[in-house]
């Protein structure tokens, strides 16, 4: 008889919510999944969790990681023409389910260009006017079209967003070569839309400062980093931190400028860094391209320049570089500023690259994460050739959209981990697995299942535990309040 009641407590207790072990409190969770076929589903029938037996386990640890400020992406020109192509109550939609607080994607922290980057409509910086050190000719008038309406478009969804900034190519006359270019295209481009129409005699390579570093035009320069920040101001958006150059190590076909990190040292040091405090704006170091963390020592140690380092930030290759930088800084505050791009496919498998992306980030101490595109048209191509992914995919025929996979994945660690949260290291057999406590002491598990099986995963949280089921080839979010 004994036994008898024992086994209807059990069963009763099972049927209540998550599933908790015997005398434990019970674990009650959302929990949101993701697959190939469907997108943003939520799981209430908890039955197989309940009878299934357990293929992994996780053990959230006590230990505090990182703490997380924000999620966003990058706002690009193309991203704006590729809006404007809906009506006007899809774009407004869409800028809602991307930035408004607590209801989509709940972005806070984004990025935007000094002048042209690789998905601009073309080539332009803010004063191409030839040995104007003074900046009197300095205009975003370009901008007026497309980045101030953009940013403009999300700050009515949420006043209290968050910008950032840095150039991909300084104005052409600043260079040594007089060209937004620092790399000859590729044969195939020549004489067609793409063509950037560099001369290979004055292509530029790592390793090379690109830059005229001249006390003239390093004042200029940080001059124009201010005229930028004060149009900005005056059109009714702050930035609140720069960093000096995208992937100071690449010298590309679209606009770009290689500097050593020397010479970084040297603009952040004497010119931009004090140039940033007059206006209260941060300096961030980057973006860095590269895994050799020297890279970031150079101006870490530098007496000068790291006076003004507030963060230091990576993509690409870069991600390499993070744990040492971590290692050597460990108060340094890192971020991670564009996600790698895609081949404008937009599929599980780019998805799955990005998971691998962001959980390697969030692993080695990111702070803030920023996805690249928001918005491109189908197929995704930039003014220079180059197909790439985006959150929001426009047709331009029908006027239609559909948000990615990719978004998605943003959604599904951007709407649940909020700014504050606190990242937790976890153990165990299950591998594709992040955890965070929100200030308000809620917990957030997104669990990836890559290998095609339907799997049973036990959590140990809080001197607690649950088990939760999902499907093969499923991004799981779990919320644990």
């Not at 939520?42 to 992994?56: F, I, P």
């Not at 966003?72 to 389910?97: Q, Y």
């Not at 300095?138 to 953009?150: A, G, H, K, R, V």
């Amino acid at each position: 008889m004994e036994l008898k009641y024992k086994h209807i407590f059990v069963l009763i207790a099972l049927s209540l919510g998550g599933m908790s072990t015997w005398g434990q409190p019970k674990v009650t969770y959302r929990q949101i999944v993701t697959s190939p076929i469907d997108s943003w589903v939520e799981v209430t029938d908890r039955t197989k969790a309940m009878n299934g037996e357990t293929q992994e386990e996780a053990s959230v640890s006590n230990g505090k990681g990182q703490t997380i400020e924000g999620f966003g992406a990058c706002f690009n020109e193309l991203g704006w023409v590729s809006l404007g192509l809906l009506p006007s109550a899809d774009r407004e939609s869409i800028m809602k389910e991307l930035f408004f607080p607590n209801y989509g994607a709940n972005f806070t922290i984004c990025r935007m260009p000094i002048g042209a980057n690789d998905f601009s409509r073309d080539w332009y910086s803010y004063n191409e006017n030839n040995g104007d050190f003074k900046m009197k000719n300095f205009s975003i008038q370009n901008d007026t079209e497309t980045l101030i309406p953009f940013i403009k478009s999300a700050q009515l969804q949420n006043a209290d967003i968050k910008v950032w900034a840095s150039p991909w190519c300084p104005p052409s006359w600043m260079k040594h070569n007089k060209h937004y270019a620092s790399a000859v295209c590729d044969p195939s481009l020549k004489n067609t839309k793409f063509d950037n129409g560099l001369p290979a005699d004055r292509a530029g390579r790592e390793g090379m400062d690109m830059f005229i570093l001249k006390p003239e035009y390093l004042k200029a320069y940080a001059l124009y980093f201010s005229k930028f920040i004060k149009a900005y101001r005056k059109a009714g958006i702050d930035i609140f931190g720069v960093m000096p150059q995208n992937e100071f190590n690449s010298a590309q076909i679209f606009p770009s400028c290689c500097w050593t990190a020397q010479g970084l040292a040297s603009f952040v040091g004497d010119y931009l860094g004090p140039e940033m405090k007059k206006l209260n704006v941060d300096v961030m170091f980057g973006t860095m391209e590269r895994a050799n963390y020297l890279l970031v020592d150079t101006i870490l140690q530098d007496s000068n320049a790291k006076k003004y380092v507030k963060a230091v930030g990576f993509q690409w290759a870069g991600k390499d570089a993070v744990k040492e930088v971590r290692r050597h800084y460990p108060k340094m505050k890192l971020m991670q500023t564009e996600q790698e791009c895609g081949d404008g496919h937009n599929d599980w498998n780019g998805m799955l690259h990005s998971w691998d992306l962001l959980k390697h980030y969030m692993d080695n101490g990111i702070s803030i994460y920023n996805y690249w595109n928001v918005s491109l048209e189908e197929g995704g191509i930039s003014r220079w050739g180059w197909r790439q992914n985006s959150l929001v995919v426009v047709n331009p025929e029908s006027r239609t959209f559909r948000f990615t996979y990719e978004y998605y994945l943003m959604k599904h660690i951007s709407h649940f981990v909020l700014p504050g949260a606190v990242y937790r290291p976890v153990e165990g057999s299950a591998k594709e697995i992040l955890a965070f406590e929100n200030p308000d002491g809620s917990t957030v598990l997104l669990y990836m299942e890559k290998e095609g099986k339907d799997k049973t995963v036990t959590v140990k949280l809080k001197g607690t535990s649950f088990r939760f089921f999902t499907k093969a080839n499923c991004l799981n979010t779990i919320k644990v309040d």
